[in-house]
């Protein structure tokens, strides 16, 4: 048994007494990237001289009888579109191969500070353009469970990295559900915050009005660890909120008695495989059994969610990446001229995916093609906001599927873009109204992969969220199940 | 309702990313399709007077102190310039 795979509560614990050194846990996590990287191809690059040195701080802070932090030598990989100062960031791209960021993001600060370890940079799909990780520059990302099968994506390698022992916990970004999405492939839990709940600063822009960073974990318990952490204002970030912060992890310990659960139709209709829709109804069974209550609802415009979301976001990337021109970024193809060089570099540096979502963006933007497109996508967007308000009226929770399967192979739907975006049809939404939302393993599928549950709730309801999964967790274990490796 | 007349070649270069004709004929394709998808929108009824909703921040007006405080340092910055001078970006001639 490694040391890792205690709690993060208890291995903090155990830093902090003295139990378990700092540098034991970034010995027992560099040794799980030596021994899965080369076959699940998890991370993008590793840290390990910075996280020796890190821990070495970290244990003579403690010999030293000083306090090192709520997440005392827990080692975290970190999702490769977050900027950590000095260390190769790349977002997945050949476009930043090269680039060291002057600065950390405001999150990769606040781990520090709260004594976490950056163990390395994971894998995801190119500037979080994808919902599998095959669309890295850097190669796919394979699941922990069967290396046939993709990690989901876009923050595959941050998901892969729990399932498979490298870390007790990562940080993902999710924009239109690239943090849950994952987590239900590996079988572990991760939350989408609240849009605004965790600063963004330092995180490599895709859709600025969906993106949001957030913390990927075993449990629920380890994931409001984290997200005490992590949350909060930002003067670095003005879309980040001003509101209070709960003690996440001390609000999981209420029960969820009386706690009023939406069930929405649109989520069980066709197109949802059958083993996940039995394991979701019984994972629903399992919250009654706790004192949770149901309630139908409608969100009538959910259907609408991903044709939405592949208006919004194109725009918004089409806009963030126009500034990857050859001129500050370290890539460059030379040319004669500053148009050519531009044209160039974006044409070598940018892969497949991202030049079509650009290419998408520039469509329903430009004057004289389609730029009503973008209009009517925001007023739809305010109608799926306006059914969850109207369903928050009603419910405490929305509770379904993460996603309408477990986990596609590798190259299933490599030749068809559109069967790709419909892996996020049930997650989208939630970005587009801004409404956290959290998956969490609640079951196998016959073929032994796991099933995620997604639980959503109001504003900076996250609380609630966690404290329902955490109590759901106290009941059962797919949480604890761990992929053979 | 297929989009198919727009040229993906134009809109490329308004996008400022180089495209071969072949590269250019299947990304036409693809956006045949993923826009038929997203043209379900025409069906969707909008209700006199809906607003568009372009985020969950949009009551917020985020101010501050205009007060001066150091930055990066230019040389940290250029570090990663695929070409400068040491003070400025060099580019190819614009004209």
């Given at each position: ?197 965790v600063s963004r600063f330092g995180l490599i822009a895709f859709a600025s009005s969906l993106d949001q960073i957030g913390p990927m974990a075993r449990s629920a318990k380890d994931c409001a660890i984290l997200m005490n952490v992590l949350s909060g204002h930002d003067v670095k970030d003005s879309t980040s909120a001003r509101n209070d912060v709960p003690d996440f992890a001390a609000d999981c310990e209420q029960d969820i008695k009386r706690l009023r659960l939406g069930i929405c139709r649109q989520h069980f209709e066709e197109g949802l495989n059958e083993e996940v829709k039995a394991s979701v109804e019984e994972a629903i069974k399992a919250l009654e059994s706790l004192g949770a209550e149901t309630v139908e609802i409608d969100l009538p415009h959910t ?183 | ?95």
């Amino acid at each position: 048994m490694s040391v890792l795979d205690n709690s993060i509560e208890q291995l903090a614990q155990q830093v902090s007494s003295g139990d378990v050194s700092a540098a034991q846990c970034v010995d027992a996590s560099i040794a799980q990237i030596r021994a899965q990287n080369d076959s699940l191809n998890v991370m993008i690059s590793d840290c390990e001289d910075a996280a020796r040195e890190r821990a070495a701080s970290i244990d003579a802070k403690i010999a030293a009888g000083e306090n090192a932090g709520p997440l005392a030598g827990v080692p975290i990989a970190i999702k490769d579109g977050i900027c950590t100062a000095g260390h190769v960031t790349t977002a997945g791209s050949k476009m930043l191969e090269n680039f060291a960021p002057p600065y950390d993001a405001t999150i990769v600060q606040r781990l520090n500070d709260a004594g976490a370890i950056c163990i390395g940079k994971a894998n995801l799909d190119e500037f979080a353009m994808g919902s599998s990780t095959e669309n890295s520059f850097f190669g796919v990302t394979k699941n922990p469970w069967s290396t046939e099968c993709v990690a989901g994506g876009s923050s595959g390698g941050s998901a892969a990295a729990v399932a498979s022992g490298i870390a007790p916990a990562s940080i993902g970004s999710d924009t239109g559900g690239s943090i849950r999405q994952p987590a239900s492939f590996c079988g572990i839990t991760g939350i989408k915050p609240t849009y605004g709940r965790v600063s963004r600063f330092g995180l490599i822009a895709f859709a600025s009005s969906l993106d949001q960073i957030g913390p990927m974990a075993r449990s629920a318990k380890d994931c409001a660890i984290l997200m005490n952490v992590l949350s909060g204002h930002d003067v670095k970030d003005s879309t980040s909120a001003r509101n209070d912060v709960p003690d996440f992890a001390a609000d999981c310990e209420q029960d969820i008695k009386r706690l009023r659960l939406g069930i929405c139709r649109q989520h069980f209709e066709e197109g949802l495989n059958e083993e996940v829709k039995a394991s979701v109804e019984e994972a629903i069974k399992a919250l009654e059994s706790l004192g949770a209550e149901t309630v139908e609802i409608d969100l009538p415009h959910t259907k609408h969610a991903v044709a939405t979301y592949y208006v919004v976001a194109p725009c918004e990337a089409s806009s963030n990446l126009s500034r990857f021109d050859g001129v500050r970024y370290t890539s460059r193809e030379p040319a004669e001229k500053l148009i050519d060089m531009y044209s160039q570099t974006r044409k070598v540096n940018f892969g497949e995916e991202v030049i079509r979502r650009i290419l998408l963006g520039t469509y329903s933007l430009s004057s004289g093609y389609d730029h009503e497109l973008y209009k009517k996508a925001s007023q739809v967007r305010r109608l799926i906001k306006n059914d969850y308000d109207a369903a928050f009226e009603k419910v405490d929770v929305i509770v379904g599927p993460t996603v309408p399967t477990t986990a596609f192979k590798i190259g299933q739907h490599a030749q068809d873009p559109l069967a790709m975006y419909l892996a996020d049809i049930y997650t989208a939404s939630a970005n587009l109204a801004g409404v956290p939302g959290i998956s969490l393993p609640c079951g196998f599928s016959s073929d032994g992969m796991p099933i995620g549950l997604q639980l959503q709730s109001n504003m900076f309801w996250e609380s609630t969220l966690l404290k329902a999964a955490h109590q759901y967790q106290t009941q059962t274990d797919w949480h604890s199940k761990r992929p053979q490796s | 309702m297929s989009q198919s007349h727009t040229s993906a070649q134009k809109i490329a270069s308004l996008a400022r990313i180089e495209l071969t004709d072949e590269e250019s004929a299947k990304v036409q394709s693809e956006f045949d399709s993923i826009l038929e998808y997203i043209h379900q929108l025409d069906e969707v009824e909008i209700p006199d007077g809906t607003e568009p909703f372009f985020g969950a921040t949009e009551s917020t007006n985020a101010v501050r102190e205009d007060a001066v405080v150091p930055s990066f340092d230019r040389e940290e910055i250029l570090k990663n310039a695929p070409d400068s001078d040491g003070e400025f970006y060099r580019v190819p001639p614009v004209l």
